[in-house]
Structures are given as C-alpha cells and as structure tokens.
C-alpha cells in the first residue's frame, strides 16, 4: 500500500489556503505555514472568474465562496472625460455560459472563508518560510524561527517575492510594470447619488484607468485607480495615500467619477510588479504555485483564477502519483506552465489596452456591439476536467 504523502506549503495566501484544502480533501497529508499572526482585514476588493469558481466547486467551497461576493448585472466600460459608455457586457448569464459566474469580494472574507474551510491542525500562522531544499529524502522547508520542517514536497506559495523561489533557483527581482494602483472602499450608501449602478465598471483614459466593483454583498464599492509612472515604489498593500494625490492624477475625468474617488476614508498606494515566465517551476521535490511562479498583472483578473487552478492541479497530481512526486510534478507543470505564462503575456499586454496606447479618445459605440466577451476562453477553463488524471475525485460535502 503507497505510503500517504506529506506536502508543506511556504504562504498561506489565496493559493496556499486553497491547495491546503485540494490536498486536505485528497487525504493527503498537508501542513500550511503564513507569516502573519491571524488572518485578518488584509486588502481590499478582488474579482473571482468562472474558471476559478468551477475549481471551488469541485473542492466543495463555491457555496461558501459566493455567498460572501458579489454577481454584478453588467459590465460597463466608460469613456474618462465625459462617462460615456464604450461598451456593455451583460454578466447575468454567465453561470448558464461558462458553467459559474464572475463574482466581486472582498480579500479578507474570502481568505476568511479559506481558512475556515481547512481542517484544524493545517494552518500555522505566525510563522515565516525562509527557504527551501530538495533532499534525497524528500524537501525540507526552513522557517524563520529556526525549525526545518521534512516531508516528501514543498510547495512555494510565498509570493511574488519568494523565498522557496529564491532558495532552490537563480532568480531576478520582481519588475516593476511601470504601473501604480490607489485603492479605496466606500459604503455604497454614502456614493449611491454618484454612483447610481451597482454595475461592474471601468473609466479608460490616457495613461491610467479605474476599475470600480461592489464587494461584502453589494453593500461597499471597491475603487482601484491605475497610473503609469517610472517611479519605483514598494508593493506593500498598506502603503497608506494622501487623498489630494489621486484627485490631482485624475484631475479632469468624469465629475461621478471624480466623487467616488474622493469619497473614501483611507487610501492606499502600491506598485505592481510581475516576473518573467519561466519554463519550470521545479527543482527536485521542491515546486512553486501562484504568484511565486507566475507573479502577473491583473489587467485580466486572473491572477487569483491561475492560483486557484494551481492548486486544484498539484493536488490532483499528487494524487494520481501519491508514491512518485517527481512524476506528480511533471504532470503538474505540464498541464500548468503553458497556461499560466500565456496569462502573464496577456495580463501585460492588457495594460495598454486599458491605458490607450492605440487611441486616446475611445468612441462609444452602438447597441449591436455591446454583447462581446472578452477573454471567454479563459473562463470556459474546467481545470476539474483538465486535471482528471484517473484518481479519484475529491470527496465532496
């Protein structure tokens, strides 16, 4: 009879929490470790597609996961100066097309729903991975408070600046995409006047962009203001702003727009940084997942969505080849590497799309072109059915 496998995972993020609970369900015996002391009011809004909520589903949290979010009726993309529509997608039917729909929330609930979906015992906060090793036993995984944790794999899901990455590879800094993000959150009572619509939304303007979304049930409006820029900041999330910095960058735009903007309590101001894609994510028993291999923009909104599918897939592997993990990675890379560095090409490419390069003054246009979906073969992606290897299915309920 093979052996259970034990796997520990560096970050107990997004990807991390979710591959605790694709390992947990496989009985595959998994320990995840996080820096920080308790999972808490971290971030601000983020945006789940039907790809990564069909891997939800087949773990058996997309009830859970959806009921904290938001399904927003349309999609609207609105010229910057005088608001007037671009474009407009209707969302409604998207569970009907690509199996699940397209969901706003908010971070810290939704990593909240994670946690409180692993089994005790599994996440270990408090504690920070340091680097990693493949040893002819297995991985060892090295924590900042002096403990080397073995097992038969180590899975780097640390980040964009990560730290099993950096251990068991050479590696460059993170790039800067010449890009900074402002975020804000307001009741959606106190803008209702401006706002008017609980729509997705996007202003597209000369060199920058505004994305606006309903998170916590369509009660709070997220706001995520994007600006080029050559200057080099960190890309801490609680970098905190001065109001009069975004007003002024967006000074000129749609007066709604301009009202929401000003409307929020606290704002804060990071860089986004992305890698270069990379072959492979593996040295040994040793591998990576989600940011820590494929760190990319999020002008396609998928850089949860490739985490999330990551994680459905090294656990899949995993257990299709629960005696052979150099095998379960080769798998696992096979069906992951292609996909995800494609998303990082199109990811980068999207930030000239939104900040228009091509054109500086957008044309709003007719009824009949306002029903395309862009990027639907990112969102009819099952990675259930990508990742059916022949074992078992995850028991679900």
């Known amino acids: 009879m093979t052996r259970t496998p034990k796997v520990v995972v560096a970050g107990g993020g997004i990807g991390g929490l979710t591959a ?39 773990l058996g949290v997309r009830d859970a996961i959806e009921a904290i979010g938001f399904d927003a009726e349309w ?42 979906n692993l089994p005790d015992g599994i996440l270990n906060l408090g504690t920070r991975a340091v680097g990693a090793e493949s040893t002819a036993g297995g991985a060892v995984l090295r924590l900042d408070d002096g403990r080397e944790i073995e097992a038969d794999l180590v899975i780097g899901a640390d980040g964009v600046r990560s730290a099993v990455r950096s251990s068991i590879m050479e590696t460059t800094e993170p790039r800067f995409t010449g890009t900074v993000c402002f975020r804000g959150l307001v009741p959606f009572d106190e803008v209702a006047d401006a706002v008017q619509t609980k729509d997705w939304m996007l202003y597209v303007g000369p060199e920058r962009h505004v994305i606006s979304y309903m998170v916590r049930r369509g009660d709070v409006v997220n706001f995520v203001a994007h600006v080029d820029t050559d200057s080099w900041l960190g890309e801490s999330w609680t970098r905190e702003a001065d109001p009069s910095e975004i007003l002024d960058v967006f000074e000129g735009w749609h007066e709604p727009l301009l009202k929401l903007l000003a409307s929020s309590t606290t704002y804060y101001k990071w860089a986004l940084y ?24 999020p002008f396609i909104g998928q850089g949860a969505g490739m985490s999330v599918e990551d994680a459905y897939a090294i656990a899949a592997a995993i257990d299709y080849t629960p005696g052979d993990i150099p095998a379960a990675l080769a798998r696992y890379e096979a069906l992951r590497v292609g996909r995800a560095n494609e998303m990082v090409a199109r990811a980068r490419a999207g930030r000239d799309k939104y900040h228009l390069k091509e054109s500086w003054d957008p044309k709003p246009v007719g009824e009949q072109n306002r029903t395309g979906i862009a990027h639907d073969d990112i969102y009819h992606y099952d990675i259930r059915e990508a990742a059916d290897f022949g074992a078992s299915a995850p028991a679900v309920g």
Do not use: C
Request: net charge negative; proline share 6%; glycine share 10%.
């Open 274 to 297: 992305d890698r270069d894609p990379i072959p492979s994510w593996s040295r040994g028993n040793v591998t990576l997942l989600g940011d820590a291999a494929h760190a990319m923009p």
């Open 20 to 58: 605790g609970i694709a390992l947990a369900k496989r009985g595959i015996d998994v320990q995840v470790f996080e820096q920080a002391p308790a999972i808490g009011e971290i971030g601000a809004g983020l945006t789940l597609s039907p790809n990564a909520l069909k891997a939800y589903e087949g």
């Open 75 to 116: 999609q609207v993309v609105r010229r910057w100066n005088d608001g007037a529509e671009v474009s407009r997608v209707n969302r409604s039917g998207y569970a009907d097309i690509f199996g699940a729909p397209y969901i706003s929330l908010h971070r810290a609930d939704f990593v909240e729903v994670l946690a409180e």
